[in-house]
């Protein structure tokens, strides 16, 4: 059974505060991951592909641990339209969700 | 931006009613997919669908589910006999290849109540 696993949440930070997610997965051959984020009551909405080497964009940073099946996504500069759900993805295939962590950015 | 839609945005039903959940996925994507959320839980694999069949489905999509492209843009998922337990948002997403590496864009949703 393929498992994604997430921070439990929510996270409580003020503007401008860097917070970072971590996630692990189960399935050693999964070769695809991505970030998703979900505002409430909405669908899942793409936020970035995550490579092996790490990848940038704008304050968002993905990184891919596959020796130790961890990903993790760092936002810099946190602003209040980043409140939302925070979902690891891995894809092989079909997609696997974790459950997500909740980002609460307050003024 | 193209994007995945999807109706109706809210459907209620009596249990044991059949539903029909349709989608228009994004024009030029060949793999299509219905997920699921249950209220408060992740979003859960149904089912991936390419060249006019299934091509991978979940231990969820049992014989009450159904999908089909009845033509050349329409994705439908078919509930036959709807029971308390189906109530979630259902959504539909499409790729534009198969495979692990292309992302999945998901359209906004239909929240199934049943009554």
């Known amino acids: 059974r393929k498992e994604v696993e997430q921070d439990p949440g929510p996270f409580n930070v003020p503007e401008g505060a860097t917070v970072a997610f971590n996630c692990t997965y189960s399935?050693?051959?999964?070769?695809?991951f991505f970030w998703y984020r979900q505002d409430c009551r909405k669908e899942p909405k793409l936020l970035m592909s995550?490579?092996?080497s790490g990848n940038e964009d704008g304050r968002f940073t993905a990184q891919l641990n596959r020796a130790s099946q961890y990903i993790s996504l760092l936002i810099r500069d946190s602003k209040l339209s980043d409140s939302a759900t925070y979902l690891c993805?891995?894809?092989?295939?079909?997609?696997?969700f974790g459950k997500g962590t909740m980002l609460l950015v307050s003024p | 931006e193209p994007e995945v839609t999807q109706t109706p945005s809210h459907q209620v039903t009596q249990m044991g009613q059949e539903v029909i959940l349709r989608c228009v996925p994004i024009?030029?994507?060949?793999?299509f997919y219905w997920y699921r959320q249950i209220l408060g839980q992740k979003v859960e694999f149904l089912v991936s669908?390419?060249?006019?069949?299934?091509?991978?489905k979940s231990e969820i999509f049992d014989d009450q589910f159904s999908v089909e492209r009845p033509d050349g843009s329409n994705f439908t998922l078919k509930i036959r006999s709807t029971k308390l337990e189906d109530s979630a948002m259902y959504f539909c997403?499409?790729?534009?290849?198969?495979?692990?590496?292309?992302?999945?864009?998901f359209g906004d949703g239909t929240r199934l109540s049943i009554l």
């Open positions: 995550v490579y092996s």
């Open positions: 993805v891995v894809n092989d295939s079909t997609l696997t």
């Open positions: 669908f390419y060249n006019n069949e299934i091509s991978e």
């Open positions: 399935n050693s051959a999964s070769q695809s």
């Open positions: 024009s030029n994507h060949l793999y």
């Open positions: 997403a499409s790729s534009e290849e198969g495979g692990g590496n292309q992302p999945q864009h």
